[in-house]
């Protein structure tokens, strides 16, 4: 039971003329006592908050930056008709800022024995998943004057999944594969490993496609036609460890990471390959394994909606162990790292040769941009120290980078903004070149 704010003014008022025309408790309860009859009245005529019956439905899955639904049903068994204020509450990271107050609050009244449904709209800011916390409904009378409360628990998870805002690429890389694999142009000459067909020798061939047999059977000189390579094996590694938790402007590097990991799952599961995932620091974090091409994508947005950088030192020799015993045949294994000096050449450098020997290694990057603007800063001595430093931390990158590939790993290095179509264009280029 609460008073509200119209009942305590009125009480207040009320009270006032007391000290002046009648002193004494008889004269307080002679004026107040109207008063406290309609206060009782009131209350006597709210409906009872704990017999409202509460059920949910509605969205279970966003991506992130979009809206979802909510609907809250509420009904009123009682014979007294509900007047209330609901407040539907949810995790602060559920709605933009400056926008809660305003979609988890409610009004509504609902006659005796019937129900209404109210609908709460979450426009969640981060990853993961958001569950529903208590309901707390304000029940008041006819007049206003008191109200009853209660609280009530309805269970709801919405799943905020990755964006994927690279999506917007995958048309121009489809059509690229369609170019690779023969559909809307003549089929690439002397790549790939699967044999097509053979026909007759133009000067820019690569000699070592010809057919010396058919040659032999014919007048003209015959070379092999190949078909870029389908069927083949890609491991996406994220490493979730200290460095992916490093924010490259409004995002950690793991999302970035994310984001390119999925554009390239589209495409290679178009192109008929089989994708699997592993993200790992010092433990197995998301596993994602024998999906057909149709389910592993949503498979992936579902394992990636809860994953977060950890803030310890990834263990490159747990990983690479992970990724040999997740990946037993031959792989493109695509391991999304950092390229900072320490963790590559403490870490990663001594276990590589255990993937490169068996695996087609790639390792991605994210470069934060503002490094590059640093590096053309001139006109002020702050400016010209910040490019210098920004000149060193880009040629210890280079420097890394270069080691990676000197151990026949091809290495990616871009933004967050451009990483996603890198990616995609080296695994197109291995696969056209016959690498996977």
């Known amino acids: 039971m609460a008073l509200t704010g119209r009942a305590a003014l009125l009480a207040a008022l009320g009270s006032l003329p007391v000290g002046i025309w009648e002193p004494g ?18 209350f006597a005529l709210a409906a009872p908050v704990r017999r409202l019956r509460l059920t949910r439905s509605g969205n279970t ?12 049903t509420i009904t009123n068994p009682s014979r007294r008709p509900l007047r209330a204020r609901v407040r539907d509450a949810w995790p602060p990271s559920s709605w933009r800022p400056g926008t809660e107050v305003a979609a988890s609050r409610h009004r509504l009244t609902i006659p005796a024995g019937e129900r209404r449904r109210l609908t709460t709209r979450l426009t969640p800011t981060r990853r993961g998943d958001r569950h529903a916390d208590r309901i707390t409904i304000r029940s008041y009378g006819p007049l206003g004057l008191f109200s009853r409360q209660g609280t009530h628990k309805v269970p709801w998870t919405v799943r905020v999944l990755p964006p994927f805002t690279s999506r917007k690429h995958l048309p121009s890389k489809l059509a690229r594969l369609r170019e690779l694999d023969g559909r809307t142009s003549a089929l690439t000459r002397g790549e790939g490993t699967e044999f097509d067909s053979l026909r007759e020798y133009v000067p820019g061939d690569d000699t070592r496609s010809i057919d010396w047999r058919a040659t032999a059977r014919q007048s003209a000189v015959a070379v092999r036609t190949w078909r870029p390579e389908r069927d083949r094996h890609i491991l996406l590694v994220l490493d979730t460890g200290r460095t992916s938790a490093g924010r490259v402007g409004d995002a950690p590097r793991l999302d970035a990471s994310m984001d390119a990991a999925l554009l390239l799952a589209a495409l290679a599961s178009r192109a ?3 994708v699997g995932l592993l993200a790992y620091d010092r433990r197995v974090r998301a596993l994602v394994q024998g999906r057909t091409a149709r389910d592993v994508l949503p498979s992936l947005v579902t394992a990636l909606a809860t994953l977060e950088p950890e803030l310890i030192e990834t263990d490159a020799r747990g990983l690479t162990a992970a990724a040999l015993r997740t990946a037993p045949h031959r792989s493109l294994i695509v391991l999304l790292t950092t390229l900072d000096a320490a963790p590559v050449e403490e870490g990663l450098l001594p276990v590589l040769p255990q993937l490169t020997r068996r695996h087609t290694v790639l390792v991605a990057s994210v470069a934060d941009p503002h490094i590059a603007r640093m590096a053309t800063s001139r006109g002020t001595i702050d400016a010209v120290y910040e490019a210098a430093a920004a000149a060193r931390a880009q040629r210890e990158r280079q420097r890394t980078a270069e080691q990676l590939r000197r151990h026949g790993v091809t290495v990616v290095d871009a933004t967050p903004d451009e990483l996603a179509p890198t990616l995609a264009d080296a695994y197109l280029a291995l696969k056209a070149a016959g690498r996977l």
Do not use: E, F, H, Y
């Open 272 to 274: 008929g390959d089989r």
């Open 25 to 42: 408790w008889a004269g307080l309860l002679a004026v107040n006592a109207p008063l406290a009859a309609a206060c009782a009245c009131d």
């Open 61 to 72: 899955s966003v991506r992130l930056g979009d809206s979802a639904d909510v609907t809250l």
